[in-house]
């Protein structure tokens, strides 16, 4: 196959030069209006070119790479849930589905299928107004009175993550911090 960022002959879709050139994480830490603290590992701009593979068929193995990669930079979390946001996989499969079980390497428990939105409407593109307008309205069915991590791709504005955490306090669970791979403020 060839390497989805350079396209010379590969073993992987992101050949090890350019893992080493574009894949080295360093966290960083944004406070959103909630206190809610997010842990990115890359600025969007950063790796923009493999989270477009979001919705194509290869998207899945680029993200997969992509976890490895990220997540190596964290520390180990023995005792946390890693609840995925809105892991619907009606697109083929869940990006944040598999970044919640990628963090089971570092020690967090996934927990998959508990933080659904009710409204799915698109916000790329969209204005932080329009955003506001149209909240994700989540509802969670986990378990209650846990300590857990929130689970994302990407973070942009912060209201998906803040209105998430919303709905979890409002089931007890204590949520200690949120986790993305790309922060677009960065
Ligand atoms: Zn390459």
């Not at 790796?47 to 593979?53: C, G, K, R, S, V």
């Not at 990220?70 to 944040?96: C, K, N, V």
């Not at 986990?142 to 991590?149: H, L, Q, R, S, Y």
Request: net charge positive.
């Amino acid at each position: 196959m060839r390497c989805h960022s350079c396209r010379r002959f590969s073993l992987s879709l992101i050949c090890q030069t350019c893992r080493r050139l574009y894949l080295r994480p360093e966290p960083s830490i944004r406070t959103l209006p909630s206190g809610l603290k997010v842990i990115s590992l890359f600025g969007y701009d950063e790796i923009e070119p493999f989270l477009l593979t979001k919705h194509h068929p290869h998207g899945w193995f680029i993200y997969r790479i992509l976890a490895k990669e990220a997540f190596a930079a964290l520390e180990r979390a023995e005792t946390l849930y890693a609840i995925a946001i809105d892991d619907d996989a009606s697109g083929g499969y869940s990006h944040t589905a598999l970044l919640a079980k990628a963090l089971a390497k570092r020690g967090y428990r996934p927990l998959l299928g508990v933080m659904r939105a009710q409204n799915r409407i698109s916000y790329s593109g969209q204005s932080r107004e329009f955003r506001l307008a149209n909240p994700r309205r989540f509802r969670y069915r986990g378990p209650e009175k846990i300590d857990a991590v929130l689970i994302d791709d990407i973070v942009t504005t912060g209201l998906t993550l803040q209105e998430a955490q919303g709905e979890l306090m409002r089931h007890g669970v204590n949520v200690g911090w949120a986790i993305v791979l790309a922060d677009v403020d960065r």
